[in-house]
């Protein structure tokens, strides 16, 4: 009897693990011809949970991810709490570089949670990304610092939009050179792809604020409310959370 209780509990155990991270699925990246990524770039995948789409190219400088989802509740926790997504080259250590990219204010957090916004068409939200599509938070062996996605000489590419049919989508572009990579000889790049609870649990806020604290709010429409506790999803039973793990191939010119 003894044999069979421990055989249960490791069984259990391996259940339980099983339940707490995702699997890791392995990515083929394409190799980016001459043109422009924000153009040509199609997720071929899709997160069955999040049913967040993701496709993923690279050349010898950078590496380019596009994410897509008309997923309202999906939208809802990206759009309150954020994506962190984190980058592991080959021989480094995990997850030593991310990028945290829209960043919620910790002023309008608060504000966020009342409104409920009319998309796609919506004052308040457009004031959302152009107050998003700002600034990010990088993470590198320094640590994490803000930065200027407006700069024209910025490394690191960031924008989020919605279009008039409802879906989201975020591109990313990152330079290998950030992360101490030389494409040529780097294989695989691992990227996790994840929301990662209050935007504000890293201590950061961006300078720039979207005048939310009086409240606007547009009914109607697909009556997604912004902010209404997404970034506790983990904690609510929420069967929409964000967490793609990648082992991506890196891609060669032919």
């Known amino acids: 009897m003894k044999i069979i209780r421990n055989s249960w509990s490791l069984l259990l155990l391996v259940a ?11 990515y083929e990246s394409k190799w980016n011809a001459p043109f422009s990524y924000v153009d040509e770039i199609k997720p071929d995948q899709q997160d069955q949970k999040s049913r967040l789409r993701y496709g ?5 400088h950078y590496v380019y991810l596009t994410l897509k989802t008309k997923d309202p509740t999906t939208i809802q926790n990206i759009l309150s709490s954020g994506l962190k997504i984190s980058f592991s080259p080959d021989g480094q250590k995990k997850d030593q570089y991310s990028l945290l990219f829209p960043v919620v204010m ?6 966020l949670k009342r409104v409920d916004t009319d998309l796609p068409n919506s004052l308040g939200l457009d ?3 152009d107050s998003y599509n700002k600034e ?3 993470k590198d062996k320094q640590g994490q610092h803000f930065i200027n996605l407006v700069a024209q000489d910025g490394s690191i590419k960031s924008k989020i939009l919605m279009d008039q049919n409802g879906e989201l989508t975020e591109q990313i572009a990152i330079p290998f050179s950030l992360m101490g990579v030389n ?3 780097t294989a695989m790049l691992g990227v996790n792809i994840k929301v990662d ?39 609510n039973g929420n069967d929409r959370n964000v967490d793609i793990k990648l082992e991506v191939q890196l891609a060669r010119a032919n």
């Open 16 to 26: 339980l693990a099983g339940c707490s991270s995702s699997k890791t699925m392995t």
């Open 56 to 60: 993923i190219i690279n050349d010898e």
């Open 106 to 111: 910790k002023e309008d957090r608060k504000a």
């Open 127 to 129: 004031l959302l990304l």
């Open 136 to 138: 990010a938070v990088w």
């Open 183 to 185: 494409a040529k000889e």
């Open 197 to 235: 609870g209050q935007s504000s649990q890293s201590g950061f806020s961006p300078r720039i604020g979207i005048g939310l604290g009086g409240g606007i709010g547009m009914g109607g429409g697909m009556g997604v409310g912004i902010g209404s506790g997404g970034y506790n999803s983990r904690y």
